[in-house]
Structures are given as C-alpha cells and as structure tokens.
C-alpha cells in the first residue's frame, strides 16, 4: 500500500488544470437487485469514459460505509485502466478487499443519529478533503512559504491581500507593491516575479509558464 504522500508526488504535476467531480445522482437511487447494482457500475464507468479518464489518472473514491457499489465500481474501472486510487472511508475495516494504492480509512464509531453520515462522516471526509487539496495546492506551486501567491485579483478585498503578499515578499512599500499588481494585470504571482527577477510582465509570464507556475523554481527559496 503507498502513502497519499508518494501518490501525490508521483502525480500532482500532471492535473494542474483537470480535476473533476463525478457523483451519484442523488435522486435517492438505491440499487436493490443484483441487475440494479450492475446498472451503477455502468453508470459510474459511463461517468469516467465521458471525463476522457485515461492510465496515469487519479480516481479519489468517498464513501462512508466502504461499500457504495457507484463508487466501487469507478475505482475497480479505473484500476483496470492504470489509474492511480484512492479511497476514503469512515469504517475501520474495508469490506471488500480492493487492490488500491491508498485506503484512507477512518474509524469514527457509530452516528450520534443513525444512518446520518452528513455528522461525523461527513466532517471527517471534509477535513481529509481539505488536508488533500491543500497539499496538492502546495505541490503545484501555488503557495510560496505560507502564502497563497497564486492569486488573481478581482475585487477590492483581494487586492489588498494581493498588495500585502507583495509587500511581504519584496522591499517595497505599500503603495508600490500596489503599482506593481496593477501593472501585472491583477496577478500576484507575475507582479512578485516582476520584481524579483526586475522584469517586463510578458517576461514573467514566459517564467511563468516554462516553470509550470513554480514560483520557488523562478526566484527560489523564501527569504523574508
């Protein structure tokens, strides 16, 4: 089994702009038959033929109980594929024993209302989820030291936060860290590097994207 630390390393870099949701109906389908069952395992590898999914992809698999035949059924489909998996679940022990790459199991005991897995299940999947996209955000290149640089302003309130990062970052004041943003079009990963590497803004987009938007590859290391 590999770590969520080693399948994000292996494979951030290549979904920078293609992550997708893929989820039941919600129309309070319920399969009841084993043909019924079979009827969600289509619809499911239906889902991701349609999103183009292909071998190198991940496939992130939630479902409280462990055993929601949808979502089950995507990732043997993606398995099968040569997709990377993962799959979150709020019970101790995976009732079907799946050949995935990671199993984040998470062993809550039972619903303060039972069968109400918005509570306790519900949170933890959110927190788990946080956990993974902040640390995909991270990987991508779109936090500099503890700041989200990868910001595009397009109201007042963001472009004071975009001002002050720039600010931080850079020996400018104030008002010219607010200057630099405007002149890199709302941009604050432009504008820093702008500055830092004392360059037009067609330049830093060229950094920008010859480094796949890695701020750190383009002015290195914080230094604050």
């Known amino acids: 089994m590999r770590t ?32 019924e069952t079979r009827i969600q395992v289509h619809r ?14 991940v496939l992130i698999g939630i479902a409280s109980s462990g055993t929601t035949p949808y979502v089950i059924a995507g990732l043997k489909y993606a398995k099968q594929i040569g997709c990377r998996t993962a799959f979150i679940i709020c019970n101790p022990v995976l009732f079907e024993s ?22 306790k299940a519900g949170t933890a999947t959110k927190l788990i989820l946080n956990m993974i996209s902040t640390t995909t955000m991270v990987k991508m290149g779109k936090v500099y030291g503890n700041l989200m640089v990868d ?6 309130k963001l472009r004071d936060r ?3 990062i720039i600010e931080n970052l850079t020996d400018l004041n104030y008002k010219e860290a607010g200057m630099v943003l405007k002149k890199s079009g709302g941009s604050v990963k432009t504008a820093l590097i702008m500055v ?27 230094s604050i």
């Not at 399948?7 to 038959?33: A, I, M």
């Not at 360059?199 to 383009?218: F, M, Q, T, V, Y």
């Open 151 to 156: 910001l595009q302003v397009w109201n007042e």
């Open 162 to 164: 975009g001002t002050r």
């Open 4 to 35: 969520l630390n080693s399948l994000f390393n292996d494979c951030v870099e290549k979904y920078r702009d293609n992550v997708y949701l893929l989820e039941n109906s919600g129309d309070g389908y319920k399969p009841t038959t084993y043909l």
């Open 98 to 119: 799946e050949k995935l790459d990671v199993i984040i199991s998470v062993d809550l005991g039972p619903e303060i209302i039972t069968g109400s897995t918005r509570m």
């Open 196 to 222: 830092r590497r004392s360059c037009s803004k067609k330049k830093a987009k060229e950094l920008i994207k010859k480094h796949d938007g890695n701020l750190r590859k383009i002015i290195g290391d914080i």
């Open 44 to 57: 499911f590898a239906a889902g991701l033929i349609s999103l183009g999914i292909k071998k190198g992809d």
